[in-house]
């Protein structure tokens, strides 16, 4: 059965209040009716000590019974509701009520159905001078005699429990609704959105305010979510015509020249030839490019673990770039804390494509006479490398993607030669390592990536 989270909501906290008030007028019901009861024994109790109390004193008085030594007590046993017979030291009636009179008028309505009773009597020795000189019994319909206010005040407290029942679910009932609102409206909202978002309307985003942390907690994801499949999608179309701008050159050079070569307009030289070849090595780093890629996206890099100095790692990393540093007309320096150790457990060769990666840029995205600063430090837990440079920075609309797979800034950087895979592979082999990775840049002053990575992951 189908039912909307605001009904569901709102049944259960209704049911539940229903059970709690039912129960709790119950419980209440219960315990005054016994309170009562134990209260009105005890009146008895008392009323059957005062009547023997009296019968002795009658007895004293008079110097024995006689058929009107009741008589006095008759009229308030009546009003009361309980029937007296006096006997004497021989168990013979000297006086009585009828107990019928009682009986008839005990025919009252009690919670509004008739109820009479069993008729039930007590018999109590009247001792004068510590000898037995006669019996009263005390007879009675009800067990716990209960006079019209009696009734009408247990009446009174059932009524009152019955209204605050009510009372009390009527408030239920609209604190569930403006409860239940409040867990259904964003939900709605959620699933709105959600939508949305399948629907290919990347731009949905969710404006719902709420204290309930989970709601918070979800909005807050769907709305990344849209984010993710925002940026995703912008990725999507720009790989697409990346790729297909990066084929179409090099097939286009390959095409026309080798069309001009056959059509004899231009000679066939090495030299031609070779240029040709440069061109389907392009082609070829491009598909590698695409392949490591795949990898990245696909999970399938699998570490060789061992232990690593990063310092050393680096040191060699600064030796291999030296020659293209300087060709390129960029100073590279290195500093290292005194006294740190700077080994962590992780695969070699994958950390050293991090720090290629990152110090290639530092030098192709600088410019003539630049510099690359690399700094390594240590904590108890990680070695943290941090890669300055000096050069063109990144634009700070572009800083948030530079990690995504395929993003390379805008067009004016494609001069420069790159996939847009480099920091994709650097982020992933880091995660793998339980490493972080932070970029700060500036366009035109220069940017700073630090990297952390844990000694024992
Ligand atoms: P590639 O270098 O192959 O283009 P990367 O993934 O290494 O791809 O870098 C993505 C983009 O981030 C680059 O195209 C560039 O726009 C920007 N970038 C990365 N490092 C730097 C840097 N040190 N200085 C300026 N821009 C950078």
Same mark, same amino acid.
């Given at each position: 059965?189908?039912?909307?989270?605001?009904?569901?909501?709102?049944?259960?906290?209704?049911?539940?209040?229903?059970?709690?008030?039912?129960?709790?007028?119950?419980?209440?019901?219960?315990?005054?009716?016994?309170?009562?009861?134990?209260?009105?024994?005890?009146?008895?109790?008392?009323?059957?000590?005062?009547?023997?109390?009296?019968?002795?004193?009658?007895?004293?008085?008079?110097?024995?019974?006689?058929?009107?030594?009741?008589?006095?007590?008759?009229?308030?046993?009546?009003?009361?509701?309980?029937?007296?017979?006096?006997?004497?030291?021989?168990?013979?009636?000297?006086?009585?009520?009828?107990?019928?009179?009682?009986?008839?008028?005990?025919?009252?309505?009690?919670?509004?159905?008739?109820?009479?009773?069993?008729?039930?009597?007590?018999?109590?020795?009247?001792?004068?001078?510590?000898?037995?000189?006669?019996?009263?019994?005390?007879?009675?319909?009800?067990?716990?005699?209960?006079?019209?206010?009696?009734?009408?005040?247990?009446?009174?407290?059932?009524?009152?429990?019955?209204?605050?029942?009510?009372?009390?679910?009527?408030?239920?009932?609209?604190?569930?609704?403006?409860?239940?609102?409040?867990?259904?409206?964003?939900?709605?909202?959620?699933?709105?959105?959600?939508?949305?978002?399948?629907?290919?309307?990347?731009?949905?985003?969710?404006?719902?305010?709420?204290?309930?942390?989970?709601?918070?907690?979800?909005?807050?994801?769907?709305?990344?979510?849209?984010?993710?499949?925002?940026?995703?999608?912008?990725?999507?179309?720009?790989?697409?015509?990346?790729?297909?701008?990066?084929?179409?050159?090099?097939?286009?050079?390959?095409?026309?020249?080798?069309?001009?070569?056959?059509?004899?307009?231009?000679?066939?030289?090495?030299?031609?030839?070779?240029?040709?070849?440069?061109?389907?090595?392009?082609?070829? *780093?491009? #598909?590698?490019?695409?392949?490591?890629?795949?990898? /990245? =996206? +696909?999970? !399938?890099?699998?570490?060789?673990?061992?232990? @690593?100095?990063?310092?050393?790692?680096?040191?060699?990393?600064?030796?291999?770039?030296?020659?293209?540093?300087?060709?390129?007309?960029?100073?590279?320096?290195?500093?290292?804390?005194?006294?740190?150790?700077?080994?962590?457990?992780?695969?070699?060769?994958?950390?050293?494509?991090?720090?290629?990666?990152?110090?290639?840029?530092?030098?192709?995205?600088?410019?003539?006479?630049?510099?690359?600063?690399?700094?390594?430090?240590?904590?108890?837990?990680?070695?943290?490398?941090?890669?300055?440079?000096?050069?063109?920075?990144?634009?700070?609309?572009?800083?948030?993607?530079?990690?995504?797979?395929?993003?390379?800034?805008?067009?004016?950087?494609?001069?420069?030669?790159?996939?847009?895979?480099?920091?994709?592979?650097?982020? *992933?082999? #880091?995660?793998?390592?339980?490493?972080?990775?932070? /970029? =700060? +840049?500036? !366009?035109?002053?220069?940017?700073?990536?630090? @990297?952390?990575?844990?000694?024992?992951?």
């Amino acid at each position: 059965m189908r039912q909307s989270i605001r009904k569901r909501l709102s049944i259960i906290i209704i049911s539940c209040s229903v059970a709690a008030v039912l129960l709790s007028a119950l419980l209440v019901n219960i315990t005054i009716t016994n309170t009562f009861n134990k209260y009105m024994e005890k009146i008895q109790s008392q009323r059957n000590t005062r009547l023997v109390e009296y019968f002795q004193q009658v007895y004293k008085s008079d110097g024995g019974w006689n058929s009107t030594s009741g008589e006095e007590m008759m009229h308030e046993a009546y009003m009361s509701n309980y029937c007296l017979s006096l006997l004497d030291d021989n168990k013979k009636v000297v006086w009585e009520m009828n107990h019928e009179d009682i009986q008839n008028k005990n025919h009252m309505k009690v919670n509004g159905k008739e109820e009479t009773g069993v008729y039930t009597s007590n018999i109590f020795d009247i001792d004068v001078n510590g000898k037995t000189v006669g019996y009263i019994i005390v007879g009675q319909y009800s067990p716990v005699l209960l006079s019209q206010e009696d009734i009408s005040f247990k009446g009174q407290i059932n009524r009152s429990i019955v209204f605050s029942g009510v009372l009390t679910l009527m408030i239920v009932t609209a604190i569930s609704l403006i409860l239940s609102k409040q867990f259904s409206e964003p939900i709605k909202a959620v699933s709105k959105t959600s939508v949305s978002l399948l629907k290919g309307n990347y731009n949905s985003r969710l404006n719902v305010k709420s204290s309930i942390e989970e709601i918070r907690n979800l909005t807050e994801s769907i709305n990344s979510l849209g984010e993710k499949l925002n940026s995703q999608d912008l990725l999507r179309k720009r790989l697409v015509s990346d790729i297909s701008h990066e084929i179409r050159t090099p097939l286009n050079v390959l095409q026309n020249n080798l069309e001009a070569m056959i059509d004899g307009i231009i000679p066939i030289t090495t030299d031609k030839l070779n240029s040709l070849n440069d061109e389907v090595i392009r082609f070829g *780093k491009l #598909l590698n490019n695409l392949n490591s890629l795949k990898q /990245v =996206e +696909s999970d !399938e890099i699998v570490l060789k673990l061992g232990l @690593v100095n990063i310092s050393e790692l680096l040191s060699s990393v600064i030796e291999d770039f030296s020659i293209a540093a300087a060709e390129k007309d960029i100073k590279l320096f290195i500093n290292k804390s005194e006294d740190r150790d700077f080994v962590v457990i992780g695969d070699y060769d994958k950390l050293k494509q991090v720090f290629i990666n990152l110090i290639s840029n530092g030098i192709k995205f600088n410019k003539p006479g630049g510099t690359v600063w690399i700094n390594v430090d240590s904590d108890e837990d990680s070695v943290i490398i941090e890669i300055k440079d000096n050069g063109i920075g990144i634009k700070k609309e572009d800083l948030p993607y530079v990690f995504e797979r395929m993003y390379r800034g805008d067009k004016s950087r494609h001069k420069i030669e790159g996939s847009g895979i480099g920091l994709t592979l650097v982020k *992933k082999i #880091l995660t793998l390592h339980s490493g972080t990775i932070d /970029v =700060e +840049s500036r !366009e035109n002053k220069g940017t700073v990536f630090t @990297v952390y990575i844990n000694k024992n992951n």
